[in-house]
């Protein structure tokens, strides 16, 4: 798999770099978009919440405790859904670059991988800025958002490749994702926190591998108690997609180029 990556690194390049120019040309501020919209995430999550709604965590004794638990899920959330949105329209929005040429389909993947990255990186920087600027304490447990952060990434990727097989023959599938994603959305301990729910709820929602990833990313800066073994859950069922996502892409493979 490392191999091809490094035999093409110059078409990873090149794609990487089309993908983070084609979001900001014409733009006058350009590049500094990749900051402006975590920078007015974090304030509006700041003070919005903890300043004039007076939101509080139930058993974290800080002003802005609320305001860390929804940076803690959003970080998470947005790198495995930037993952999602950007790889299932993969193989339809480089059509002629795969007509055109001969190379290892996941390659293009590997750029969405790495902008998204990017991004995560950044807001994770700025939100432990934050943390630092108001006192917020921080704990050691901020050590275990990375392999956290590991397992998003693979389901991630796997979600994105599978739905990208799928949405060459099913155009409806982008729409679909996207209804769908609301959706869990609101069924995953983000906003609120999942303590408020009563247990059987709680004990419905954690069948979600979204709910392990979550929580734990929470709990990371937080402070509270990690569990690196409920992470096994939603890594089984990355592998599973994984496994459904490769055998789809070889049995389709012929008329997937036909399609795009």
């Given at each position: 798999m490392f191999a091809p990556i490094l035999r093409y690194r110059g078409l990873i390049y090149a794609v990487t770099l089309r993908e983070v120019k084609s979001r900001y040309i014409g733009s006058t501020l350009g590049p500094l978009w990749l900051i402006v919209p975590p920078i007015f995430m974090v304030f509006i999550y700041t003070v919005i919440f903890s300043q004039i709604m007076r939101a509080r965590m139930p058993g974290v004794d800080h002003q802005y405790a609320y305001s860390v638990y929804l940076c803690a899920g959003l970080i998470a959330w947005n790198l495995l859904l930037e993952l999602v949105q950007r790889s299932k329209g993969v193989f339809l929005e480089h059509s002629n670059l795969i007509?055109?040429?001969?190379?290892?389909?996941?390659?293009?993947?590997?750029?969405?991988?790495?902008?998204a990255l990017l991004n995560s990186v950044i807001?994770?920087?700025?939100?432990?800025?934050?943390?630092?600027?108001?006192?917020?304490?921080?704990?050691?447990s901020i050590a275990y958002l990375a392999p956290v952060l590991m397992v998003v990434v693979m389901l991630g990727l796997v979600t994105g490749a599978?739905?990208?097989?799928?949405?060459?023959?099913?155009?409806?599938?982008?729409?679909?994702?996207?209804?769908?994603?609301?959706?869990?959305?609101?069924?995953?301990?983000i906003v609120y926190p999942v303590g408020i729910l009563a247990e059987p709820v709680q004990a419905v929602l954690a069948w979600s591998p979204l709910y392990p990833l979550i929580v734990n990313a929470q709990n990371s800066l937080l402070g509270q108690a990690v569990s690196?073994?409920?992470?096994?859950?939603?890594?089984?069922?990355?592998?599973?997609?994984?496994?459904?996502?490769?055998?789809?892409?070889?049995?389709?493979?012929?008329?997937?180029?036909?399609?795009?």
């Open positions: 007509k055109k040429s001969s190379f290892p389909k996941f390659i293009l993947f590997v750029p969405v991988l790495l902008v807001l994770t920087l700025l939100v432990l800025g934050f943390m630092y600027l108001s006192g917020f304490p921080m704990p050691p599978l739905l990208a097989n799928l949405n060459v023959f099913f155009r409806d599938v982008g729409q679909l994702t996207d209804i769908v994603f609301q959706a869990l959305f609101w069924a995953t301990p690196l073994q409920q992470l096994l859950y939603p890594f089984s069922v990355s592998l599973l997609v994984l496994a459904l996502a490769i055998v789809l892409y070889r049995r389709s493979y012929a008329d997937l180029l036909d399609q795009i």
